[in-house]
T-cell receptor, first 117, second 116 residues
Framework: NAGVMQNPRHLVRRRGQEARLRCSPM?????VYWYRQLPEEGLKFMVY????????ESGMPKERFSAEFPKEGPSILRIQQVVRGDSAAYFC???????????????FGPGTRLTVL | GDSVTQMEGPVTLSEEACLTI???????????LFWYVQYPGEGLQLLLK?????DKGSNKGFEATYRKETTSFHLEKGSVQVSDSAVYFC???????????????FGKGTKLSVKP
């Protein structure tokens, strides 16, 4: 069973361009989480999605950032008009369908390291 | 809101030394607690977890006990190896927080370097 896949692993963009980050969850997982890790910081929650639904986007910046998890295909985190402050590592995690247990483990991908020039 | 505070690094130890990385938390409910490890260039891996007070999580020689009275979840290992060199993150998850199903709240991470 392949783990969580993220691509690209490294992405370089100039200010004002768009960045699209992809996440393929583990097989059978229907919950996806995106986190951002700024240099020398811990991970910060951004958004939680299930198939075709955004469940919690309380950690997403109000502008320029959007996320989707379509019925078919990977989850996409999209950053429009990137600025230098967007430079960070972006991690995706997936977990299985909620069965009512107290916690479903999140499995993390290797991350996408975004550099904005 | 909920938060996690862990000791700042970097921590440098010699092989076979004892390790303790302190972690305390603030939460409104009864969170689950975790330690994640991040090796260079990789994503996070779950190291151990505890879901209720007095639970002890353990894995690969690492241990942490969920202490509700001190709101702590310190990570310990009796004898570290060079291969333990990594960044360690303490985290909590409160089910139903803001309607989400357990998004994780992380500490800033502690970098551990073990010298031969």
């Amino acid at each position: 069973n392949a783990g969580v896949m993220q691509n690209p692993r490294h992405l370089v963009r100039r200010r004002g361009q768009e960045a699209r980050l992809r996440c393929s969850p583990m097989k059978g997982h229907s919950h996806v989480y995106w986190y951002r890790q700024l240099p020398e910081e811990g991970l910060k929650f951004m958004v939680y999605l299930q198939k075709e639904n955004i469940i919690d986007e309380s950690g997403m910046p109000k502008e320029r950032f959007s996320a989707e998890f379509p019925k078919e295909g990977p989850s996409i985190l999209r950053i429009q008009q990137v600025v230098r402050g967007d430079s960070a590592a972006y991690f995706c995690a997936s977990s299985p369908r909620d069965r009512g247990s107290s916690y479903n483990e999140q499995f993390f991908g290797p991350g996408t390291r975004l550099t904005v020039l | 809101g909920d938060s996690v505070t862990q000791m700042e690094g970097p921590v440098t130890l010699s092989e076979e030394a004892c390790l303790t990385i302190n972690c305390t938390y603030t939460a409104t409910g009864y969170p689950s607690l975790f330690w994640y490890v991040q090796y260079p260039g990789e994503g996070l891996q779950l190291l151990l977890k505890a879901t209720k007070a007095d639970d002890k999580g353990s894995n690969k020689g690492f241990e942490a006990t969920y202490r509700k009275e001190t709101t702590s979840f310190h990570l310990e290992k009796g004898s570290v190896q060079v291969s333990d060199s990594a960044v360690y993150f303490c985290a909590l998850s409160e089910r139903g927080s803001r309607g989400s199903q357990g998004n994780l709240i992380f500490g800033k991470g502690t970098k551990l370097s073990v010298k031969p």
